[in-house]
């Protein structure tokens, strides 16, 4: 809890030093109220689907980007997000079982774009970004012993964007995006497991996409499309000190985080300041 707070702490000095900065740097600060459509599916090829998660998630964010036509355009943007969906599984001895996945996790994305003027205002640009995502997903059964999942994500992405004269119109963007890094705590001990060695699914690349319409200088609507690919992990082991599905209790149980896909369907309202 504590190192939580210091993390929230910091993340929002580091807002309040943006928004200090802005007239100087000639940026725009601003905020913004969404909400999504989520899916998660988990998939083994010996078993076929073992997962499907859908439900609604709502998301606030920060952002801060240099208010440039052309040239080098530096941005930040970040996000924390919640919500509740619909879990449609199976447990470890291959029964149906349907509850409820609570999500909790924030996103941190620094990007540097390289913008070209058109004629009338337009501009095009090339894009690249480096974020950071934490998220818990907590399966909730309803009888006690829910399972958590913590991941941590380094991500890139690179895409190309257009964006009609800042006062109005439409701005669209979209590219590949690819997880660096995954690693999964599982909290395993918490199954009855006497071991927690982190699962590290692979990366795979995937696609994202928005479109933004600007009512007024301060007020946007936009829509957005987001995903995420992971293979499946490398198997780690640990000492079951119960019995767990099909691993008795005292054997050496295998464990992985089987191939996943997650895509984001949403919708925002932006301001800026």
Partial sequence: MRMNLRRNAYQTL?????????SVLR????????????????HLQDQGDLVD?????????????????????????GELYTGNVDYDGQTQLGEPFQATTQYLGTSHEGSLARAWALQNHHRIEVR?????EWFRRSIVNGGGGDQKEDFQILFTRLGL?????????????????????????AHLESLGLASNPTLRPKGRMSLYASMEYRFYRELRLRLYYDSYRFDTSDAVTALAETTIGTCTAGSLCSIIQPETRIDRLGIALRTAF
Avoid: C, T
């Fill in 27 to 42: 940026a725009e600060v601003g905020m913004s109220l969404g909400v999504e459509y989520f899916s998660l599916g988990e």
């Fill in 128 to 132: 690249g970004s480096l974020g950071l």
């Fill in 53 to 77: 998660e859908a439900g609604p998630r709502y998301m606030m964010g920060v952002h801060w980007h240099q208010d440039r036509h052309e040239g080098w355009i530096g941005r930040y943007e």
């Fill in 161 to 185: 964007g257009y964006s009609a004269p800042p006062l109005h119109g439409f701005s669209v963007d979209g590219g590949i995006k690819y997880p660096v890094r995954v690693q999964e705590n």
């Fill in 14 to 22: 580091v807002f309040l030093f943006f928004v200090l900065q802005a």
